[in-house]
């Protein structure tokens, strides 16, 4: 875990972290200081992004998911509020709390089984609690992301959570004016 850790931390790194230990009950990180906000508040201050700002985001998203998984590393709870930003403007990945690092089978990782992550960006296949894939399962949430970049809104947004997943399993939802 301690190796595996240590990759995840260099200064190319999406994640704040600039040093990670470990002892034999705990980890600590050493962080740097993010001081430009959660991208959530920019997105709520503005109600939606332009399109070109909104791409800059997208990308350092897709970006920051794809070197956490070549590192093995499932985020499992992508959303707005754990996106940071820094003095620069640059997006940074945060709380790893429910991340985690499947070991892998052959070619493909294990199948992951729990149930976690905040519901309105939750894929559909983790809902069904069959076993899956936590890369997979980040890429849904990046998805949402970019919808609530340029809509301002979430894609599914419903008051109760029987309703919310099973629009979610049908990947049903309705374009808001002008997105599609």
């Not at 997105?43 to 794809?66: H, K, M």
């Not at 709390?97 to 905040?118: F, I, Q, W």
């Amino acid at each position: 875990m301690r190796e595996r850790l240590a990759v995840a931390a260099p200064r190319r790194s999406p994640a704040p972290a600039s040093q990670v230990l470990a002892s034999k009950t705990h980890v600590y990180m050493v962080l740097e200081w993010v001081t430009g906000g959660e991208l959530c508040d920019r997105i709520v201050a503005s109600g939606r992004l332009e399109e070109a700002a909104a791409r800059v985001y997208f990308q350092q998203l897709v970006d920051g998911v794809s070197y956490c998984h070549e590192r093995g590393v499932c985020h499992r709870d992508l959303k707005p509020e754990n996106l940071l930003l820094d003095a620069s403007g640059r997006l940074k990945i945060s709380d790893f709390g429910l991340s985690c690092l499947p070991e892998a089978k052959g070619r493909s990782m294990a199948a992951l089984r729990t149930t976690c992550g905040t519901p309105n960006y939750v894929a559909p296949e983790v809902l069904r609690g069959e076993g899956y894939d936590g890369r997979a399962a980040d890429v849904w949430s990046v998805g949402c992301i970019l919808y609530v970049l340029v809509a301002g809104s979430l894609p599914f947004d419903e008051p109760q959570l029987g309703a919310l997943f099973a629009a979610i399993n049908s990947a049903k939802f309705k374009a808001r004016d002008g997105i599609i």
